[in-house]
Nanobody
């Protein structure tokens, strides 16, 4: 069983920044990739970013590329999401996941955290 705990959510003004973190209970060597999804009220969940647990690749949704940065700390089994230049459209519940990248480099989540609310005020 993989346990994921997100932290760092909350309320922020438009143009501001937040950093999310997510710690996984499983060992680092067992993690293939981690990533973030979000779901705004009344909308489908949306891929945000993913990072393999080895190498230097990162993957982003077009809507956040250039504003968000995903990173990892392998020793701590932790993934981060640095969110800059936030706007009200970024308001959503953000979910931390573990998963994998398929043949087409599409991130496929396997385990989900409980989610953390991000609210960006205008």
């Amino acid at each position: 069983q993989v346990q994921l705990v997100e932290s760092g959510g909350g309320l922020v003004q438009a143009g501001g920044s937040l950093r999310l973190s997510c710690a996984a209970s499983r060992r680092t060597f067992s993690i293939s990739a981690m990533g973030w999804f979000r779901q705004a009220p009344g909308k489908d969940r949306e891929f945000v970013a993913a990072i393999p647990w080895s190498g230097s690749s990162t993957y982003y949704a077009d809507s956040v590329k250039g504003r968000f940065t995903i990173s990892r700390d392998n020793a701590k089994n932790t993934v981060y999401l640095e969110m800059n230049s936030l706007n009200p459209e970024d308001t959503a519940v953000y979910y931390c996941t573990t998963g994998r990248l398929d043949y087409y480099r599409i991130y496929r989540p396997d385990y989900w955290g409980q989610g953390t609310q991000i609210t960006v005020s205008s």
